[in-house]
């Protein structure tokens, strides 16, 4: 057994950096990672600077700035981030030419150079007006405009004048600068936040001159904000109404009288986004299917010339930027390449980063040997790649609208038959919305979309189970969107999970406070589970708490009770129940509530010296070793292994997790099993005590990884021979040593 350093590179210079100066921008020259890593890009906050040779990210609170030709890290500095208490993000980092800006709530804002990553400037606000909420560079990086909560500062870099400006009602406002550097347009509103109509005041001020001249009320049936300058001296206003589906027209008005020069458009066109150049002069309209470019001059809309990407890259539609005096867009070729594309008539694009390649989206899922990746595009457009994970080569992609906005479910992929099940929410007024939609590889149409919360997709892709929001009822449904099935549970919020079996003939579902189990067969034969000694009060929500065996003769089933139980699929007869003794804190404690937070550290304490304060515990489950072994899973803490042919406890894995709350009052340990369950990886996921890689079988430890405390670990997985660990942190894919 050896303990592997997760963060013997890039990361962990940086996290290791934001330790020990938290409160500074303190460049550091990171070391190489001992292990194969598959950066993540960051989304929109990234450009180059040509002029300093970088390409520049920020990543989960670090700034990155990464040599242009070869790809290597030449610096990174740690950003300090926080929140306020309406969970607004402070703190951050804008990119300029040759310099960057990070700025932190406390008030530290600092220049870096580009190319090195020293520090050129540095102002220590005076928290004037109250505590920093946004920085910015302004006027062709001459100036920092500084927002605090009523006020705002501008300081002169190069002469280290600084001027501040508030406005008589006492109110904030926003600081937006003319294009000739000379002026800036500071905006109030008049009404209420986040609520239409609207009315906004708009004031005009030279920095270093009396007080801010009052200018023109802009009044607006929708909401309403002012978001930039115009040049020639005009302030641009965007309305918009509020949901994916609402328009966002940009006006340009004159700051002084109202009146309306220009119209700019919708920015929420269904099949383009449109980004105006960095000096405003022209606006960029990106198709958002093929990337191909339409520049339009942006004070009359005439059409300038196109642009056509090379054939596979795929821009990206918010990242458009200025150096070296052009503006540049960034996309991904078919290889996982970033290229930089010139907005210029015949431009030549150029790759950047030497043979670094990135992954192709956020990484929703691992399923050795392939990721499931996806991207979100906007407009509610939403792409799903399959790629190699060995050489990230794509294997299907599948592209869609999804009907809502909010989010949803892990997407379900049917491997054999290249189906994808997706599931999105949406809030109508105090309601939540539910829609799924199932989708053919390379299909331009969904195959099926329905208003239902999906739970679980067959092998084959040609079944599924789902509910009707988050009550239920829950349905079998085959791909056509015919109901097969039924089932009802007794209480609300009560519905799944559900299993189909690997070999496809039959799938159970758990519906308050019963089992059932359907053949997929002519007449689809069901049978209740419960009902029988030792079933009653049964009650089940995660997905993995319902399992076949790999013959699909055996289901085990995990409890919140501390209890799985073993049924014979075939007939249904209860024929076991694994119990498991131990006891754990409460995984969850609601911290936002006083009674109930000191009633959870009452029930920490007491667990300290007794277990008779906690509660059983919820147990998930698995088979391993071709389906002799049935696992239990306690809390995330123990795992135990069990003989299915004479119930005898054969094992336990105890990887000693802490039982340490986060900041949120939950613990976050688990252990995560191989897809043939020989194999575990016991962890946390704040990076709290050492992480583990296990053997289910023999038992053995077979090796140890510090995470550290702070980092964001997203998906993991664990290879079926154990040779590999797979986990995405900090929004990189690590691939881990795991046994000999």
């Not at 191909?292 to 918010?318: D, H, R, S």
């Not at 595009?377 to 794509?394: A, K, P």
């Not at 004479?646 to 976050?668: A, F, M, Q, Y």
Request: proline content about 6%.
């Amino acid at each position: 057994m050896r303990t592997t350093g997760v963060w013997g590179g890039v990361l962990c210079a940086a996290v290791m950096a934001g330790m020990l100066f938290p409160a500074t921008a303190d460049a550091q020259k990171p070391k190489p990672p001992d292990h194969l890593v598959y950066p993540g890009l960051p989304g929109g906050q990234m450009r180059a600077d040509l002029a300093a040779g970088v390409f520049l990210c920020m990543k989960y609170g670090n700034l990155y700035a990464d040599d242009l030709e070869t790809g290597t890290t030449r610096w990174t500095a740690p950003v300090s981030l926080s929140q306020d208490d309406q969970g607004r993000q402070r703190g951050g980092v804008l990119f300029g030419e040759r310099i960057s800006l990070v700025y932190s709530a406390d008030g530290t804002v600092s220049l870096l150079d580009n190319g090195t990553g020293g520090e050129v400037w540095r102002q220590r606000a005076g928290f004037f007006g109250g505590g920093l909420s946004h920085a910015q560079l302004d006027a062709g990086n001459r100036w920092v405009t500084l927002h605090y909560k009523t006020s705002a500062e501008l300081c002169e870099v190069a002469s280290g004048r600084c001027f501040k400006v508030s406005l008589p009602s006492g109110k904030s406002f926003g600081v937006f600068w003319m294009q000739d550097g000379k002026a800036v347009v500071l905006s109030e509103l008049l009404t209420e936040e986040n609520k239409a109509p609207t009315s906004i005041q708009l004031w005009l001020w030279e920095p270093g001159t009396a007080d801010p001249v009052k200018g023109c009320v802009f009044d607006s049936p929708k909401h309403a904000h002012v978001s930039g300058t115009f040049p020639g001296g005009g302030a641009v206003v965007t309305e918009y109404t509020p949901g994916s589906a609402g328009e966002m027209i940009q006006t340009v008005i004159n700051p002084r009288t109202g009146e309306k020069l220009r119209n700019l458009g919708d920015l929420r066109e269904p099949a383009a986004t449109t980004r105006r150049t960095e000096d405003g002069t022209r606006l960029v309209k990106i198709d958002n299917v093929s990337s191909a470019v339409e520049v339009l001059e942006a004070a009359t809309g005439a059409a300038l010339f196109q642009i056509t990407p090379p054939e596979g890259l795929k821009l990206y539609p918010y990242v458009c930027f200025r150096s070296v005096e052009k503006d540049w867009l960034m996309g991904l070729d078919r290889q996982n390449a970033l290229w930089l594309v010139p907005v210029e008539e015949n431009g030549a694009p150029r790759r950047i980063l030497g043979d670094r390649r990135f992954l192709p989206g956020r990484v929703a899922n691992i399923r050795p040997p392939h990721l499931l990746c996806q991207e979100f595009r906007g407009n509610n457009s939403e792409t799903n790649t399959l790629v190699s994970i060995d050489t990230l080569e794509e294997r299907a992609r599948w592209n869609a609208t999804m009907p809502l906005n909010a989010g949803g479910w892990p997407p379900m992929l049917s491997e054999t038959s290249g189906r994808l099940l997706v599931g999105t929410m949406g809030q109508e007024g105090n309601q939540r919305k539910h829609a799924l939609t199932l989708m053919a590889s390379g299909a331009e149409v969904p195959l099926l979309e329905k208003p239902y919360r999906p739970i679980a997709l067959s092998r084959d892709g040609n079944y599924l189970v789902a509910a009707v929001g988050d009550e239920g009822p829950v349905f079998l449904l085959d791909d056509t969107g015919k109901s097969l099935a039924k089932y009802n549970s007794e209480q609300r919020y009560s519905t799944g999970p559900a299993a189909f079996s690997p070999d496809g003939r039959r799938v159970a579902v758990f519906h308050m406070p019963r089992i059932t189990v359907t053949d997929l067969a002519e007449g689809f034969p069901a049978r209740e589970l419960t009902g029988q000694p030792g079933t009653a009060n049964l009650y089940m929500y995660r997905e993995n708490a319902l399992c076949f065996s790999p013959d699909g003769n055996l289901l085990l089933a995990g409890t919140t009770h501390g209890k799985a139980l073993l049924f014979d699929a075939n007939t249904g007869k209860l024929l076991h129940t694994f119990v498991e003794e131990r006891r754990f804190r409460d995984r969850y404690v609601q911290q936002q509530r006083f009674l109930s937070s000191l009633e959870g550290m009452a029930k920490d304490l007491l667990g300290g010296v007794t277990d008779r304060a906690k509660r059983a515990p919820m147990i998930t489950c698995a088979f391993a070793n071709n389906g002799t072994l049935a696992l239990t899973i306690a809390d995330g803490q123990i795992l135990r292994a069990w003989s299915v042919r004479d119930r005898r406890l054969v094992r336990s894995v105890d990887p000693k997790l802490p039982e340490e709350r986060d900041k949120h009052g939950s613990i976050n340990n688990q252990i995560l099993l191989s897809p043939n369950g020989d194999y575990c990886l016991a962890y946390n996921r704040n990076g709290f005590g050492i992480a583990s890689l296990w053997n289910t079988v023999g038992g053995q430890r077979l090796e140890e990884y510090r995470f550290p405390e702070g980092a964001r670990l997203g998906a993991v997985a664990v290879a079926d021979d154990g040779k590999t660990v797979y986990a995405m942190i900090d929004g990189d894919l690590h691939f881990l040593p795991g046994r000999k």
